[in-house]
């Protein structure tokens, strides 16, 4: 009888194996450092799980390892999906939080492992061989040797890679192993060092144990702010906050805005003071929506007004939600819980709806799914809207049995609430038609405006996306109408961004329809934002700017007295230099694009200091975003 093999040498296997696969088809970044690295961490895991799966008696050793192998196993494959969707991971957070969400969307889910068959194929096949032959080929009878042996090895390679690579190595590096271990939260950038389980390790202990990212700042990095020109900030005491603060990190804080030069107001500030303001995000909205011929009144305000040539909605890992954040908050959500949701505990005045109500604006939001998804009923109250949604009064309006439902009957339903008043409004909209999946079998909206499509030389996938897009421009049109009729279009800016790119469907069929390249990691994001009135002269805004901007540019748009320093976007007319910030810490500006993974910069005439100060900038405004959640900051000024 040939000889049986320790368990151990599985393990070594199959958690290299699942490690290496994740960084080829995801990181895809596979022959650096950094996989030698992640296979050492790896060493780990292997070491621990060759502990218990010797300890026990021969069944007990066989049930956990098989038990072992699958969570794991699983666990892999759901960030594989999760990641095709996102670009990014699921925190443990969201997977104790937003289960209901997941489930919600299983055919989308069926759809991306039918899409990626032969990633699924190279890790199930394995497994389930192991499930059948592993009695003929493993030991599993306990054996002491074995585990003092494993404990060894578990031991040095804990202390090695724990001292080495934590500690010595890319020692002073921005993202280094130490900081990213100890001090910073950036998921996509630990993951490609390494590797996948030891993230979500450090993921697990900081949703137990809390995580609070390290922020340091000299004083001497103050500037001094001319008086002569006029800047969008408060008359915020600092240095009073500053010397009464008994918590280090908010003294911290408090150095750091206060070391921020304020943006600059500009010709248009106030252009709209005292006029109405409809903001909407408008889901899975993009540019290859805007046609001429299928959404011709999108098409007609994106091409007037101000027309914004190089804009882009990065994707977070909480998807929707946290695309709303940006938009309406101007903060980078922080990796790992719900940031729009976690707001709604905290005082947030520069919430959209707060800073309107102080000029004493009517202020409303709408949404036409289940009024509580995301909890949106807390998070949206919380930044001072009048909320309605599906199952707290917009359902006695029109119907919300569809899925999704019509942003055509949102909009006819909902406009008597702002327009029939006579003092100022402020409306927000989170619409749904443009939702996935888009078929013609499940997408209600789709299926609504099949006719107007059929002839489109286009897949059906293309082809039910822009029937959801006509829904969403029949919406504008009637939305545009009813401002037209009750007088107020002409004192209305309407505002358009997305949550995110139609990730619905794939990179080969938005290259069918799209004018850009989709395959490239940036340009998945490039998208278009309207700001749109009819008497606004046309003004082509070529910038590089993303949904953190939005907000500082109605408040400087609409004359409101904010805090430039405050928020982590800048308003788009102002001087200051804007960054596309993306959810692994890649950035695009007027200079070029940064590729955080490989560490690459598109235009090799640009300075290595330019690059580092601009992670650090981009590093500090991480840090910022999340403290100001963690914190309830802004509460600490006492504005």
Same mark, same amino acid.
């Given at each position: 009888?040939?000889?049986?093999i320790?368990?151990?040498?599985?393990?070594v296997?199959?958690?290299?194996?699942?490690e290496?696969?994740?960084?080829i088809?995801i990181?895809?970044?596979?022959?650096?450092?950094?996989?030698l690295?992640?296979t050492?961490?790896?060493?780990?895991?292997?070491?621990?799980?060759?502990f218990?799966?010797n300890?026990?008696?021969?069944?007990?050793?066989?049930?956990?390892?098989?038990?072992?192998t699958?969570i794991?196993?699983?666990?892999?494959?759901?960030?594989?999906?999760y990641?095709?969707f996102?670009n990014?991971?699921?925190?443990?957070?969201?997977?104790?939080?937003?289960?209901?969400?997941?489930?919600?969307?299983?055919s989308?889910?069926?759809e991306?492992?039918?899409? @990626?068959?032969y990633v699924?194929?190279?890790?199930?096949i394995?497994?389930i061989?192991?499930?059948?032959?592993?009695n &003929?080929?493993?030991e599993y009878?306990?054996?002491?040797?074995?585990?003092?042996?494993?404990?060894?090895i578990?031991?040095i390679v804990s202390?090695?890679?724990s001292?080495v690579?934590i500690?010595?190595y890319?020692k002073?590096?921005?993202?280094?192993?130490?900081?990213?271990?100890y001090?910073t939260?950036?998921?996509?950038l630990?993951i490609?060092?390494?590797?996948?389980?030891?993230m979500?390790?450090i993921?697990?202990?900081?949703?137990?144990?809390?995580?609070?990212?390290?922020?340091?700042?000299?004083?001497?990095?103050?500037?001094?702010?001319?008086?002569?020109i006029?800047?969008?900030?408060?008359?915020?005491?600092f240095?009073?906050?500053?010397?009464e603060?008994?918590?280090e990190?908010?003294k911290?804080?408090?150095?750091?805005?206060?070391?921020?030069?304020?943006?600059?107001?500009?010709?248009y500030?106030?252009?709209?003071?005292?006029?109405?303001?409809?903001f909407?995000?408008?889901e899975?909205?993009?540019?290859?929506?805007?046609?001429?011929?299928?959404?011709?009144t999108l098409y007609? @305000?994106a091409?007037n007004g101000f027309i914004?040539?190089?804009?882009?909605?990065?994707l977070?890992?909480?998807?929707?939600?946290d695309?709303?954040?940006?938009?309406?908050?101007?903060?980078?959500p922080?990796?790992?819980?719900?940031?729009?949701?976690?707001?709604?505990?905290?005082?947030?005045?520069?919430?959209?709806?707060?800073?309107?109500?102080?000029?004493d604006?009517n202020t409303?939001g709408?949404h036409?799914?289940?009024?509580?998804?995301?909890?949106?009923?807390?998070s949206?109250?919380n @930044?001072?809207?009048?909320?309605y949604g599906?199952?707290?009064?917009?359902e006695k309006?029109?119907?919300?049995?569809?899925?999704?439902?019509?942003?055509?009957?949102?909009?006819?339903?909902?406009t008597?609430?702002?327009?029939?008043?006579?003092?100022?409004?402020m409306?927000?909209?989170m619409?749904?038609?443009g939702?996935?999946n888009?078929?013609f079998?499940?997408?209600?909206?789709?299926?609504?405006?099949k006719?107007?499509?059929k002839?489109?030389?286009y897949?059906?996938?293309?082809?039910?996306?822009y029937?959801?897009?006509?829904?969403?421009?029949?919406?504008i049109?009637?939305l545009?109408?009813e401002?037209?009729?009750?007088?107020?279009?002409?004192?209305?800016?309407?505002v358009?961004?997305?949550?995110?790119?139609?990730?619905?469907?794939?990179t080969?069929?938005?290259?069918?329809?799209?004018k850009?390249?989709?395959?490239?990691?940036?340009?998945n994001?490039?998208?278009?934002?309207?700001?749109?009135?009819?008497?606004?002269?046309n003004k082509?805004?070529d910038?590089?700017?993303?949904?953190?901007?939005?907000?500082?540019?109605?408040?400087?748009?609409?004359?409101i007295d904010?805090?430039?320093?405050?928020?982590?976007?800048?308003?788009i007319?102002s001087?200051t230099?804007?960054i596309v910030?993306l959810?692994d810490?890649?950035f695009i500006?007027? &200079?070029g694009?940064?590729?955080?993974?490989?560490?690459?910069?598109s235009?090799?005439?640009?300075?290595?200091?330019?690059i580092?100060?601009?992670?650090?900038?981009?590093?500090e405004k991480f840090?910022?975003?999340s403290?100001?959640?963690?914190?309830?900051?802004?509460?600490?000024l006492? @504005?």
């Amino acid at each position: 009888m040939k000889k049986k093999i320790n368990i151990f040498y599985w393990w070594v296997f199959w958690i290299l194996f699942l490690e290496y696969i994740y960084r080829i088809f995801i990181i895809k970044d596979f022959l650096n450092i950094n996989t030698l690295i992640v296979t050492v961490f790896s060493f780990i895991f292997i070491t621990l799980f060759s502990f218990v799966t010797n300890v026990f008696c021969e069944k007990a050793n066989k049930i956990i390892t098989v038990f072992l192998t699958i969570i794991i196993t699983f666990f892999t494959l759901a960030q594989i999906v999760y990641y095709n969707f996102y670009n990014s991971i699921f925190s443990f957070y969201s997977l104790t939080t937003g289960t209901g969400q997941v489930l919600h969307f299983w055919s989308m889910i069926v759809e991306v492992i039918v899409r @990626i068959w032969y990633v699924f194929a190279l890790i199930l096949i394995p497994v389930i061989l192991f499930i059948i032959f592993n009695n &003929k080929i493993f030991e599993y009878k306990r054996n002491k040797g074995i585990i003092l042996y494993t404990f060894i090895i578990g031991l040095i390679v804990s202390v090695l890679s724990s001292y080495v690579l934590i500690k010595k190595y890319d020692k002073g590096q921005l993202y280094s192993l130490n900081n990213l271990i100890y001090k910073t939260h950036a998921p996509m950038l630990t993951i490609n060092k390494t590797g996948l389980l030891t993230m979500e390790v450090i993921d697990i202990y900081r949703y137990f144990f809390g995580f609070e990212e390290n922020f340091d700042i000299k004083k001497d990095e103050v500037k001094n702010v001319s008086k002569k020109i006029e800047y969008n900030k408060l008359d915020i005491d600092f240095d009073k906050l500053i010397e009464e603060s008994n918590d280090e990190t908010i003294k911290s804080m408090h150095e750091y805005f206060s070391s921020l030069t304020p943006s600059e107001k500009n010709k248009y500030t106030g252009m709209f003071k005292g006029k109405n303001l409809i903001f909407i995000t408008a889901e899975a909205f993009d540019t290859i929506a805007i046609d001429e011929n299928i959404t011709p009144t999108l098409y007609k @305000i994106a091409n007037n007004g101000f027309i914004f040539n190089n804009y882009y909605q990065p994707l977070y890992p909480v998807s929707t939600s946290d695309g709303e954040y940006m938009n309406v908050m101007s903060l980078i959500p922080k990796e790992g819980v719900w940031s729009f949701y976690k707001t709604s505990k905290n005082y947030m005045p520069f919430g959209i709806g707060n800073m309107f109500k102080k000029l004493d604006y009517n202020t409303y939001g709408f949404h036409n799914h289940n009024y509580n998804y995301y909890h949106r009923e807390k998070s949206h109250t919380n @930044i001072g809207l009048t909320y309605y949604g599906c199952g707290n009064g917009l359902e006695k309006k029109m119907n919300c049995k569809h899925w999704p439902n019509s942003d055509f009957e949102m909009i006819k339903a909902t406009t008597p609430y702002y327009l029939n008043d006579d003092k100022p409004f402020m409306t927000y909209y989170m619409t749904v038609s443009g939702h996935l999946n888009y078929n013609f079998s499940g997408n209600n909206m789709a299926s609504r405006n099949k006719s107007k499509v059929k002839n489109l030389n286009y897949k059906d996938s293309i082809k039910a996306y822009y029937a959801t897009q006509i829904e969403f421009d029949k919406a504008i049109e009637e939305l545009l109408n009813e401002l037209e009729e009750s007088g107020k279009l002409d004192d209305t800016l309407i505002v358009i961004a997305p949550d995110h790119y139609p990730y619905g469907l794939t990179t080969k069929d938005m290259n069918t329809v799209s004018k850009i390249d989709r395959t490239d990691k940036f340009e998945n994001y490039h998208t278009s934002l309207i700001m749109y009135n009819p008497k606004i002269e046309n003004k082509v805004v070529d910038k590089v700017i993303s949904g953190i901007d939005i907000l500082p540019t109605i408040y400087n748009l609409f004359g409101i007295d904010y805090d430039s320093r405050l928020l982590m976007g800048s308003d788009i007319f102002s001087n200051t230099e804007h960054i596309v910030i993306l959810s692994d810490r890649s950035f695009i500006t007027s &200079k070029g694009k940064y590729n955080s993974i490989t560490g690459e910069f598109s235009n090799p005439n640009v300075s290595k200091e330019y690059i580092d100060n601009i992670n650090k900038i981009i590093n500090e405004k991480f840090k910022m975003s999340s403290l100001i959640l963690e914190k309830d900051y802004y509460k600490e000024l006492g @504005i």
